[in-house]
């Protein structure tokens, strides 16, 4: 094993940073969490998860709000992070148009809280969530990081826009490296119950009908949570370097499709399957898995939302070796393994 690390992860009540502080403490590094446990979904589902890595010694918490600049410079200055990794957010695509505001505190509030302990604490790598939504009205598939990201269809991906864009500027006055991931619908165990893959499956076992939008014409790059956290691992190694470092190197020369801002040390990064699955292929790999059909109930394509995502991850292959790879009706069968065990059905 490599030196162990002291990890800061924001979120580990949620489902990403849960399974990435597992991973972590899997690994034998110390983990302090911070998590807001907010309502936004049953809380009982994050304390769960979160009692759950309280299992491990190496684990420690605090739970407040990322609003609460004096919580978090306190709970990082006691952590001494090498490594701070920023999942928490208010997430969810059609939640922004219900609560926007929630977006503004804790997506453009609560970031730039976090990087300003990063300036304070200056950890070797700051490394925050994106979102494929941040691809917004682009039609041409795969989505590459190149492709322009200017045209959010919602409040939300314009956050997330705006952190990618915040964390640039800070890596190049502050220079604490910095690492963005773009996430593509990622789905498992102990997943979001606002998603596709849990409401879909509570409705077909309560046998009540499920909301398909855009009459089942969607396309999404389904990401399995074992595989994300995976990369994310890998990617914790792959330090973006300052431009002064790639001058001083002799014979430096970038990766093919790199991101690497020519003026900091700054990089953005897709993580996804490298598929695109139609939604009523997921929606049957759900009724196969749980073997009982669905009622449809096929609704118009709902606002603020975007009909088709893949994408190209030969910038994360190229940094890291490794590209997730889980077949979706294997990463569906094992959510749904979870979900019976959990909720004793
Ligand atoms: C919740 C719900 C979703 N859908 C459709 C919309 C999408 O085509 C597909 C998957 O929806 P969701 O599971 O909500 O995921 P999606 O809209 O892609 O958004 C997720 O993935 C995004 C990209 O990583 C994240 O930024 C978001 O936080 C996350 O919620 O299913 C339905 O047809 N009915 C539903 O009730």
Redesign the pocket.
Known sequence: MTQPLRVFITGTAGFIGFHLARLLLDEGHTVHGYDGITDYYDVRLKQRRHALLREYPAFTATEAMLEDAAALEAATRAAQPDVIVHLAAQ???RYSLENPRAYIDANLVGTFHVLEVARALRPRHLLMAS???VYGANTELPFGEERKTDTPLTLYAATKKANEAMAHAYAHLHGVPTTLFR????YGPWGRP????F?FTRGILEGTPI???NHGE?Y?DFTYVDDLVRAIRLLIDAVPSAPSERHAASGWQPLQGDTLSPVAPWRVVNIGNSDTVR?LDFVEAIEAELGKPAIRNFLPMQSG?VPA?WADCSLLKRLTGYAPQTPFREGVARFVRWYREYHGV
Do not use: N, P
């Open positions: 997430a969810g695509v979102t494929s939504s996430f593509f619908t990622v606002d998603m596709a893959l409401k909301d398909i939008y969607m999404r939604l939302d995502t």
